[in-house]
T-cell receptor, first 115, second 112 residues
Framework: DAGVIQSPRHEVTEMGQEVTLRCKPI?????LFWYRQTMMRGLELLIY????????DSGMPEDRFSAKMPNASFSTLKIQPSEPRDSAVYFC?????????????FGSGTRLTVV | SQQGEEDPQALSIQEGENATMNCSYK?????LQWYRQNSGRGLVHLIL?????REKHSGRLRVTLDTSKKSSSLLITASRAADTASYFC????????????FGKGTSLLVTP
């Protein structure tokens, strides 16, 4: 398995533009998570899905952020409009389940810079 | 909000020495996990310890859990330069569903 695949790896965009981040989880994993990492705030959970259904989106900062999981093999995180304070590394992770003993598998992340 | 907090924030040791990192958390947990993150990469799962376990080993890693003190430690024995990374503890809270909460990590530098 190629692991969790995120694209793009880097994104530089101007303030006000729409940004879409993509994630392909590991096949068979029931859970998908979106995290954001900054130096100041560390790793923050944005939203997670179980069997493609959003379970907890309380970490989504504002209405500018939205996430979808149309099927078991694909998820998107969209920011519209983007702002400089959204600059961060965004990680997608997937998991079989908390009792599996395997934890979460993270993608390599998307480094977003909003100028 | 962060559940776990690692200590120290940064640690510098020489190859061959042992590295100990600590994690404290606030609420009851189902399990606690440790992850490693190399610079510019995603996090990698290292080890999971359940709330009814006190110690667990995996290769050169040893994890302890003290639920009475709400703390855990990660020991890396005979460290190598390749162990240079940030290490995070993560907790699965017992009453809040599934998602892990991560601390801010300990940055470990192992010099040859």
């Amino acid at each position: 398995d190629a692991g969790v695949i995120q694209s793009p790896r880097h994104e530089v965009t101007e303030m006000g533009q729409e940004v879409t981040l993509r994630c392909k989880p590991i096949s068979g994993h029931d859970y998908l998570f979106w995290y954001r990492q900054t130096m100041m705030r560390g790793l923050e959970l944005l939203i997670y899905f179980n069997n493609n259904v959003p379970i907890d989106d309380s970490g989504m900062p504002e209405d500018r952020f939205s996430a979808k999981m149309p099927n078991a093999s694909f998820s998107t995180l969209k920011i519209q409009p983007s702002e400089p304070r959204d600059s961060a590394v965004y990680f997608c992770a997937s998991s079989l389940g908390i009792d599996s003993g395997y934890g979460y598998t993270f993608g390599s992340g998307t480094r977003l810079t909003v100028v | 909000s962060q559940q776990g907090e690692e200590d120290p924030q940064a640690l510098s040791i020489q190859e061959g020495e042992n590295a100990t990192m600590n994690c404290s958390y606030k609420t009851s947990i189902n399990n606690l996990q440790w992850y490693r993150q190399n610079s510019g990469r995603g996090l990698v799962h290292l080890i999971l310890i359940r709330s009814n376990e006190r110690e667990k080993h995996s290769g050169r890693l040893r994890v302890t859990l003290d639920t009475s003190k709400k703390s855990s430690s990660l020991l890396i024995t005979a460290s190598r330069a390749a162990d240079t990374a940030s290490y995070f503890c993560a907790t699965a809270r017992s009453n809040s569903g599934y998602a892990l909460n991560f601390g801010k990590g300990t940055s470990l530098l192992v010099t040859p």
